[in-house]
């Protein structure tokens, strides 16, 4: 008989999945949060979407997965908790801080943090999130920050058309008069896009036509 034949599943009693009981408990309490936090806001309908509708809905629907966590928790076997690094709630944190304070601006005291919009809180959110894994590399979170600001700056300013600054006012004004704010909006996006492509084609790393590939015999080949 085996040493491991008689191990026992990693959940024991009523809870059968402890790992998937808390997160399922954490996602549901960040849900409850959220909604608390957009109570005050207009929702809007599917026409004129309000400031409130889409964190409103992503909120429930991370509920709604977290309760299906903790149904898993108590009816499927599941990993035991584990010790866990800090690093990346730290590092999470401070980009929703960061974010939440440079997107529109306020005065902290006599400290004025300046309102940077999407184009300046968006990109360096990513960035100081992505460093939440100790296996971030700063040339892909570059990219993917760019390309993400990019994607959010379309979808939420000009398909969705929320009130949220796009870009500080100085940065406004150094596009032409006469162009709209969907003109300046959209060559903002594009150049987002440009920039992020370009940085992958001059730093992305082929291999030479002329490099040999090592091929290692096979000693067992052919034989039977």
């Known amino acids: 008989m085996h040493a491991g034949a008689d191990r026992s599943p990693a959940g024991r009693g009523v809870i059968r999945g402890p790992q998937s009981l808390v997160s399922g408990l954490v996602l549901v ?4 949060f959220a909604l608390w936090l957009t109570s005050d806001l207009p929702q809007g309908t599917l026409r004129a979407m309000g400031p409130a509708m889409l964190p409103r809905w992503l909120a429930v629907g991370v509920g709604l997965c977290g309760l299906a966590l903790v149904v898993i928790g108590f009816t499927h076997d599941g990993a035991p908790l584990e010790a866990f690094s800090l690093r990346g709630p730290v590092f999470v944190g401070i980009a929703i801080v960061w974010f939440g304070m440079t997107i529109r601006g306020f005065s902290l005291g006599p400290l004025p943090v300046p309102q940077l919009g999407l184009l300046g809180a968006g990109p360096i959110a990513m960035m100081i999130a992505g460093f939440a894994t100790a296996e971030a590399r700063f040339r892909d979170l570059v990219i993917l920050a760019l390309a993400l600001t990019c994607f ?7 398909l969705l058309n929320l009130p949220i600054p796009m870009y500080p006012q100085t940065f406004a004004d150094l596009y032409p008069s006469g162009w709209s704010s969907e003109g300046r909006l959209r060559a903002t996006a594009f150049g987002l896009a440009v920039l ?28 039977v």
Not at 29 to 32: F, G, S
Not at 152 to 158: A, E, I, N, V, Y
Not at 197 to 211: K, V
């Open 29 to 32: 309490a960040l849900a409850l």
């Open 152 to 158: 959010c700056m379309l979808l939420f300013g000009d």
């Open 196 to 223: 992020a492509f370009g940085i992958f084609l001059a730093t992305h790393r082929r291999r030479p036509a002329h490099e040999p590939i090592d091929v290692v015999p096979d000693e067992h080949a052919g034989t």
